[in-house]
């Protein structure tokens, strides 16, 4: 089935320590996100990648980095996470004429 | 700016009974409107979605939505609560014709009671 994965599933890191998230997608769509979602919080978009132009909410803190290089994958890059920073992540994919996202199940950031 | 408003951050309904999780939205331009549910430890997964043709939008699991122009409303509605409906609910809005970008709704969380 054509979907969005992201690994890993959890991921605990330590305060400071750069991290990095995955997201792949087999739908070909050209547009991928990632989004912020912290408890009970609805999810908050850091930026977006229309086929290989990077856009960036303009609150996205700068500790946050992403590259696409490529149609399929895409990773999220937090620089020096603090513990404010752990989050549940959401990639999400979608295409001109395909009104709505297709989501991955999520990476849970921990940080210690 | 667009943005939606989800009335009711806990609903609580018994199994068997109508479930009504209300939304607002602003928008300057005609929108998009989405329904997502969201299960523990989850992604969300797309219930339904209105892009300006039928105004009553039927989704997956028995779910319909109603988009209300003069009630800038997009409430969701299930006949009859399943205790597998329990989950965190997003209305969510977009201008799909200047961007790609989705805002959601802070989310109501659904308790099916037995």
């Known amino acids: 089935d054509a979907m969005v994965i992201q690994n890993p599933r959890y991921q605990v890191t330590q305060f400071g320590k750069p991290v990095t998230l995955s997201c792949s997608q087999t739908?070909?769509?050209?547009?991928m996100y990632w989004y912020q979602q912290k408890s009970s919080q609805a999810p908050k978009l850091l930026f977006h990648y229309y086929d290989k132009d990077f856009n960036n909410e303009a609150d996205t803190p700068d500790n946050f980095q992403s590259r696409r290089p490529n149609t399929s994958f895409c990773f999220l890059d937090i620089r020096s996470p603090g513990l404010g920073d752990a989050a549940m992540y959401l990639c999400?994919?979608?295409?001109?004429?395909?009104?709505?996202?297709?989501f991955g199940s999520g990476t849970r950031l921990t940080v210690v | 700016a667009q943005s939606v408003t989800q009335l009711g951050s806990h609903v609580s309904v018994s199994e068997g009974a109508l479930v009504l999780l209300r939304c607002n939205y602003s928008s300057s331009v005609p929108p998009y409107l989405f329904w997502y549910v969201q299960y523990p430890n989850q992604g969300l997964q797309l219930l339904l979605k209105?892009?300006?043709?039928?105004?009553l939008v039927k989704g997956i699991n028995g779910f319909e939505a109603e988009f209300k122009k003069s009630e800038t409303s997009f409430h969701l509605t299930k006949p009859s609560a399943h205790m597998s409906d329990a989950a965190e609910y997003f209305c969510?809005?977009?201008?799909?014709?200047?961007?790609?970008?989705?805002?959601f709704g802070k989310g109501t969380r659904l308790h099916i009671l037995p």
């Open positions: 739908l070909n769509h050209n547009v």
């Open positions: 969510a809005v977009s201008d799909w014709s200047r961007d790609d970008k989705i805002i």
């Open positions: 999400a994919t979608s295409s001109k004429g395909v009104y709505g996202y297709t």
């Open positions: 209105y892009t300006s043709a039928a105004t």
